[in-house]
């Protein structure tokens, strides 16, 4: 999918909420432990009750991975079940060094046939470029990320760097991973992950990556102000997928929770609307 | 296995070798591919011609991921065919929010049974923590890793911290790293990835991290020296798993493959010998 194709998506449906697939097997409602595969189908239903109201789902490879070779085979009837129409998501955070990353690469790209990949910059640029070879696919790297430890290192200053082409003022981890990586890939092939909490950075990040789509996660169970990100941090195209997991398919534990989580993403449609004016 | 195990193992044998098994299916010998699961198979005669010439494996999951949930099997029955005796690792390189950390932790530590995973740093404290908290499990966390894009951001340089208990010095994005994460772990629980192709930074390495175990990726295809690793950074209780992957296991391309990794992982280990005097 293109990026214009993913912003034509976004304005005929008047939404670019995310789904986030990170079911947890230990939360899956009773009633379903007696099917075959309890978390397959809670994610079919899920998807089948949220399809209308979102543009992408993002499946979290760890909740699977969990489950082991079995919870693989979850992950991959999931994709499959995914409508055609809709961005698939593999938030694997993945990244090693070059012939590493090209096989992670072809596991989710060709095995599983994701259209984008969640990648970790630590590495550097020979991790992340076998993702971004991969024609008419997406690489996400982590930018700015929702948790506390962001702290630790994405936001503690880098001295300025005196070699040539390097940047020569003051910034921040993140900062200078945005700038560096943007060069590797371009807005049509590499998005950056923004978390919903860091709403104080978003004009920062927007003005540094005016073009790229960011994934934007922690929005509902972490709670990220919805409003706030679309204020500061949308673009001409769009250039925003906002992803809310827990909020949406554990918004009830009981029978209902398929209603529940059409009722979340209903709402979630609805603000965004309003939104994308 | 307890780090005084892990010494006493490798003083007993003589060896701080470990194999990496970076099994590419498209690199199988011919021979095998009449067997149920060629990649199995050759792990399997691999770890016979290797073990007594290293103490640990190290399982890359890029090169089962790629196979999808067939892949994930080979690595259940591989990892379950290793010797008791070997120290396991699955060099994943995961790391995400905490209660998703949780669950890759889950999936290495319990549904696999590795007694070591490899982690990346980017994402902070909350990131690594769930790795931590399990007992008798070890959590390998990048530190300065071997390949070309270490410069991208790793050996990059941080202005020094104005923050109350951060580091006051300037310093590499690595130090940074080994630094704040050495007080996260235990030279008991927490080793580093140190690439042997960085050995001019071995001696700063030890210096800020003497206790702990540093697992040394690229001897042999990506061309760093034992003798200068061991020479540079073996600590009171050894503290280093050297690595070699397809230097071992990819020594022959035919029949003789195994007997080709024998002969390499015995040459490693004869020269280790020499530096544990």
């Not at 040539?164 to 910034?171: F, I, K, M």
């Not at 827990?246 to 529940?260: L, N």
Request: proline fraction near 5%; hydrophobic fraction near 40%.
């Amino acid at each position: 999918m293109t990026r214009q194709q993913l912003t034509a998506m976004i304005r005929s449906t008047g939404t670019y909420l995310c789904v986030g697939l990170d079911t947890d097997p230990s939360k899956i409602p009773d009633h379903l432990q007696s099917h075959a595969d309890p978390v397959y189908e809670f994610n079919r239903q899920i998807i089948d009750a949220t399809k209308d109201h979102c543009v992408a789902y993002k499946i979290n490879t760890a909740f699977y991975e969990s489950s082991g070779a079995k919870g693989w085979e979850t992950m991959e009837k999931t994709v499959d079940y995914i409508p055609s129409t809709h961005f698939t998501i593999a938030d694997a955070k993945r990244g090693d060094i070059g012939n590493t990353s090209a096989h992670y690469a072809r596991a989710f790209f060709e095995t599983l046939n994701f259209d984008a990949v969640t990648v970790a910059p630590y590495m550097g640029e020979d991790s992340v470029r076998p993702f971004l070879e991969f024609t008419d696919k997406w690489t996400i790297l982590l930018g700015l990320t929702s948790n506390p430890g962001a702290k630790d290192f994405e936001l503690q200053k880098m001295a300025p760097s005196a070699e040539p082409g390097r940047p020569t003022s003051e910034e921040l981890l993140y900062e200078r991973v945005l700038k560096t990586a943007a060069g590797w890939g371009t807005p049509d092939n590499l998005m950056f992950v923004i978390g919903a909490t860091q709403a104080d950075s978003f004009t920062a990040v927007r003005r540094l990556t005016p073009d790229h789509f960011y994934l934007v996660p922690g929005v509902g169970a972490q709670g990220g102000s919805l409003q706030e990100i679309s204020d500061k941090a949308m673009n001409k195209d769009v250039g925003l997928l906002v992803n809310a997991s827990r909020a949406v398919i554990f918004a009830s534990s009981g029978e209902d929770f398929a209603e529940a989580a059409t009722r979340v993403a209903a709402g979630y449609h609805q603000e965004m609307k309003t939104h994308l004016g």
